[in-house]
């Protein structure tokens, strides 16, 4: 059961009496940006659902949870989007949050790939409740498993953010590979939380980190190239 507002209150001054200054108002800047952008786009994506709960039994899979808003601004703001031309694939799009901060810049084309035929309905409504708030016209979302989807060779940018691991993520990044080598381009790639994702790509030369967002220890999140 969630806490009464004055036990809130107190702990929040308990919070402050400590000298935890900085965390309390990260947690401040983190709840009011997350109530500010779901009620601008009138959605719901917050909260985290575990891999039961979505029916999947797949341990390679992962469950969901948004990135914060704030930080998908902050890491979508450094992309040049090229209006009408990029298009931009979120592996793993949950209920559509990423899709969103997405489609408010000029990508020709917006997809979302999800396992979960809940998270798709989920994205699917959330997309709807947004549209007017959307430059993108064009976003489109695909139930089933990233390992089978086959890539368009259109895509430009692709967003990750721990959705699957081992050989799930092994099988996709030879779907990336193949279709750079089908249509020569250079694709930026996103990965929320690219631990894993930076060893398995140790030794494919066709992937470069361009840089890196650290989100004070809470999230780290690389930029790469990718290019054959
Ligand atoms: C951490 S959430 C990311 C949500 C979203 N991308 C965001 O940033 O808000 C991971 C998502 O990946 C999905 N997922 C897990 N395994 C998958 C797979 N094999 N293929 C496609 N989606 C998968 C889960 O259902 C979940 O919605």
Redesign the pocket.
Do not use: K
């Given at each position: 059961m969630a806490a009464s507002f004055p036990v809130r209150f107190l702990r929040f001054i308990g919070r402050l009496a400590r000298g935890d200054v900085k965390k309390t108002w990260d947690n401040c800047v983190y709840r009011v940006s997350e109530y500010y952008y779901e009620r601008r786009f009138g959605v719901r994506?917050e909260g985290g659902q575990t891999l039961p709960e979505?029916g999947?039994t797949n341990g390679e899979?992962?469950?969901?949870?948004?990135?914060p808003y704030r930080f998908l601004q902050k890491v979508f703001a450094s992309l040049e989007v090229r209006e009408g031309q990029d298009v931009f694939l979120?592996?793993?799009?949950?209920k559509g949050?990423?899709l969103i901060m997405a489609a408010r810049l000029p990508f020709r084309e917006v997809i979302g790939?999800?396992?979960?035929p809940r998270?798709c309905v989920a994205a699917q409504e959330n997309i709807g409740r947004a549209a007017t708030r959307l430059r993108c016209t064009k976003v489109r979302i695909y139930p089933g498993?990233?390992?089978d989807f086959a890539m368009p060779d259109e895509v430009s940018v692709i967003y990750f953010?721990?959705?699957?691991f081992g050989s799930?993520l092994a099988a996709v990044l030879d779907r990336i590979e193949k279709s750079l080598r089908r249509r020569s381009r250079q694709i930026t790639l996103i990965y929320f939380n690219d631990y894993e994702f930076a060893r398995q790509v140790r030794d494919r030369g066709w992937v470069r980190k361009l840089r890196e967002y650290p989100f004070r220890g809470y999230h780290s999140c690389g930029v790469y190239q990718c290019e054959l």
């Open positions: 994506t979505l999947i899979c992962g469950h969901y949870s948004p990135v979120d592996y793993g799009c949950g949050r990423a790939v999800d396992v979960s998270m498993d990233a390992a953010y721990n959705p699957f799930i």
